[in-house]
Nanobody
Framework: HVQLVESGGGSVQAGSDLSLSCEVS????????MGWFRQAPGKEREGVAV???????NYADSVKGRFTISKDNAKNTLYLQMNSLKPEDTAMYYC????????????????????WGRGTQVTVS
C-alpha cells in the first residue's frame, strides 16, 4: 500500500532555508492531490501548502512568498522549499495525499486526506 515518508527537517536559525521531501512509496505522486501540514505543540494541525493533480498550488497566508510546494512525478516525491524561516514556523511537518480529485478549497481540510506521513520536525530559533 502507499506510504509517505518525510525527510529534511532540522534545527535552524531564523532567516535560514530548509527543504523538506516526501517520498511516495508503493505508488505514484502524479495522480494524487497532496499537501503539507504542520502542527506546533498545543495547536491544531494546519495547512501550509497544497498541490492538486494538475500541479496547481496554493499557500497559507502565513507562508505565502516564503514557501514553495512542488512535486517530481518521475521521482515520486513531494517537496516543500522553506525560505526565510521564522520561529513561528516551528512545528512537526506532515505530508498528506488523497487519490480523490478535489477542488483546492477542500485540500485544506485534513479529513480529505487518507494517507499521511509520520512527520519531520522543523525548529527555528
Amino acid at each position: 500500500h502507499v506510504q509517505l515518508v518525510e525527510s529534511g527537517g532540522g534545527s535552524v536559525q531564523a532567516g535560514s532555508d530548509l527543504s523538506l521531501s516526501c517520498e511516495v512509496s508503493q505508488g505514484s505522486v502524479g495522480p494524487y492531490c497532496m499537501g503539507w501540514f504542520r502542527q506546533a505543540p498545543g495547536k491544531e494541525r494546519e495547512g501550509v501548502a497544497v498541490i492538486d493533480s494538475d500541479g496547481s498550488t496554493n499557500y497559507a497566508d502565513s507562508v505565502k512568498g516564503r514557501f514553495t510546494i512542488s512535486k517530481d512525478n518521475a521521482k515520486n516525491t513531494l517537496y516543500l522549499q522553506m525560505n526565510s524561516l521564522k520561529p513561528e514556523d516551528t512545528a512537526m511537518y506532515y505530508c498528506a495525499g488523497t487519490e480523490w480529485l478535489l477542488p483546492q478549497r477542500r485540500l485544506w481540510n485534513i479529513n480529505e486526506y487518507n494517507i499521511w506521513g509520520r512527520g519531520t520536525q522543523v525548529t527555528v530559533s
